[in-house]
């Protein structure tokens, strides 16, 4: 059966997919246990990926993938998101955050609501016009909270003439449950016109 209602993580994926074509920059802010980075390091043929994490733990298992599937595309920042701009140079059409701990692995090991901002707010400046912003957001674990509300507090002040934001919850699930921001950067802005 055909679901249009999804988890966040994969209306995520299905938003990303209407935004990229093949050739496009695209960044998952939080690779984790790897699935956004495969996700668009498939859709991105003749693209590049850039996915980070503080954890190498994440870093090296996601090598192993580049050697077996013999991946080419993607490129491993073992830092932390807040720095994107130190290593992303084009402008990306996705940035992918997935907030929280990795799945299986240190939950004591979160993204925190001062790097989190630093990061958005450093994304918000490379994202190709045109192009989204995914952010995945934790309510449910210690800190997770915390962060939600800053996020939330966050994008509510973006100016409306320049992004299109959203927040897709479940209204009729555990008001813990994952909940998806959407932030898209309007085709007709400007960067030069404004600055
Ligand atoms: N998208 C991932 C997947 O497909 O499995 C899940 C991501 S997991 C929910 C969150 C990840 O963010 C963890 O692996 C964690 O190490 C990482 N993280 C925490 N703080 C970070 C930061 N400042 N910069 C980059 N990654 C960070």
Do not use: W
């Amino acid at each position: 059966m055909y679901r249009i209602v999804l988890k966040a993580t994969r209306m995520a994926q299905d938003i990303v997919k209407k935004v990229i074509d093949e050739t496009d920059i695209a960044v998952d802010a939080t690779l984790g246990n790897g699935n956004d980075t495969l996700f668009l390091s498939n859709l991105l043929h003749r693209g590049k990926v850039y996915a980070f994490d503080i954890q190498t733990i994440a870093i090296e298992k996601f090598k192993k993938t580049i050697h077996e599937r013999n991946i080419k595309n993607v490129i491993l920042i073992n830092d932390g998101h807040e720095n994107i701009l130190n290593y992303v140079m084009e402008a990306p059409k996705a940035i992918m955050f997935n907030l929280g701990y990795l799945p299986g692995g240190d939950e004591k090991i979160i993204t925190r609501p001062d790097t989190t901002l630093k990061a958005l707010s450093d994304s918000l400046k490379i994202l190709k016009p045109g192009g989204v912003i995914t952010l995945v957001v934790y309510t449910g674990h210690l800190g997770g909270a915390e962060e939600g509300l800053l996020i939330d507090e966050f994008i509510k002040k973006l100016d409306p003439k320049i992004y299109s934001v959203m927040q897709i919850k479940f209204a009729n699930r555990d008001e813990r449950a994952p909940y998806l921001i959407v932030i898209e950067k309007n085709d007709s802005y400007n960067e030069d016109k404004h600055n």
